[in-house]
């Protein structure tokens, strides 16, 4: 981890929640806070990624169902009966297809509310109390789809437009009390299972970045949650948009002819 870029703890023993933790930028952000020095609690599906990102990084892991409310509220009590939490970042979340609104299937486009939104909605109102008494940071990855749409993103840009909604009415909500709300909206970035969960096979994932050069990738937006969270705890970083220079909008992307 010595060649990961690291920034203070904004608090004594800063402890935060990772979800989405077993891939990509919730795996890479758990990696970053690690070497910053934070005691960080790694939450997705699957166990064995965690055990082995728990291995290599001494992180503290849970596997859980975001979904499932009552697992959340479960989670959450054992992790706060061992010690107060500082921050949480919303990471979970994923893409089904790239069907036109005109012939997108209704369960694809509750499915992705289900892992985008309702997962969000869970985890903050579970952690919400505590980080209120104590002071702390709530943190959400979105995404450019909550800024604008393109063509075949419609269910995954209504839920990330629903997701926002999340942080933007909770940061009027609970002004002046001790809680940072911070929404991260990247643009394109090369996952290992992001584009490829979505359209289901290697070779159509690759098409998404096939001539771009540079996209970001996770341990791009990893460093950035790592600095929004460092900051002073007056200062609140209320959203940042972050695109590799080669995008300027969701549509509009520099390719090489090669």
Partial sequence: MSDIPTYPQPRPASRVLVTGASTGIGEATVRQLRASGWAVIAVARRRERLEKLAEETGCEFFACDLTDRAAVEEMVADLLSKGPLTAVVNNAGGAIGTDA??????????????????????????????????????????????????????????????????????????????VRLIEIAPGMVKTPEFSLNRLGSREAAEQVYRGVEKPLVAADIADLISWCLSRPPHVNIDRVIIRPVAQATNTLVARSQD
């Fill in 101 to 178: 609104v005109a012939d997108g299937k209704v369960a694809d486009w509750e499915e992705m509310y289900q892992r985008n939104v309702v997962t969000a909605l869970n985890v903050t109102q579970a952690t919400l109390p505590a980080l209120r008494e104590n002071g702390g940071d709530l943190l959400y990855v979105t995404s450019t789809a909550a800024l604008d749409t393109y063509p075949g993103g419609g269910g995954y840009v209504a839920a990330k437009h629903a997701e926002q909604m999340i942080p933007l009415t909770l940061r009027q909500e609970l002004v002046g009390e001790p």
